[in-house]
């Protein structure tokens, strides 16, 4: 059974850190490349962050991350983690992982309907 399970949300600070992880089940990074979302109350859905972990490992940010936020994934444990660093209040949503069968554009904005498995979320929550 395929799964994705998400851990590392937390309230703190604005300027602070926290490590997202993305533990997958049933599947292999060599097969699927994650992607991180997150959704704030009363907004869409947006990407984040992903990795073409599923082929050449490269990695895409959204503007609003870009410097703050590094994916990186670890094959032997199967799991992908979020480095979030300097974080502000507008990053407060609930983050989901999400996995899409085979190779990702990373050239390009994360497209929800690329993908196949989604976590349950881990609730960020950044004070001022």
């Known amino acids: 059974e395929v799964q994705l399970v998400e851990s590392g949300g937390g309230l703190v600070q604005a300027g602070g850190s926290l490590r997202l992880s993305c533990a997958a089940y049933?599947?292999?990074?060599?097969?699927?490349?994650i992607g991180w979302f997150r959704q704030a109350p009363g907004k869409e859905r947006e990407g984040v962050s992903c990795?073409?972990?599923?082929?050449?490992?490269?990695?895409y940010y959204r503007d609003s991350v870009k410097g703050r936020f590094t994916i990186s994934s670890d094959n032997a444990k199967n799991t992908v983690y979020l480095q979030m660093n300097s974080l502000k209040p507008e990053d407060t949503a609930v983050y989901y992982c999400?996995?899409?069968?085979?190779?990702?554009?990373?050239?390009?904005?994360?497209?929800?309907?690329?993908?196949?498995?989604w976590g349950q979320g881990t609730q960020v929550t950044v004070s001022s």
């Open positions: 999400a996995a899409s069968r085979g190779q990702l554009y990373t050239d390009r904005p994360m497209g929800f309907w690329e993908y196949d498995y």
């Open positions: 049933g599947f292999t990074l060599d097969e699927y490349s």
């Open positions: 990795i073409n972990s599923a082929g050449d490992g490269s990695s």
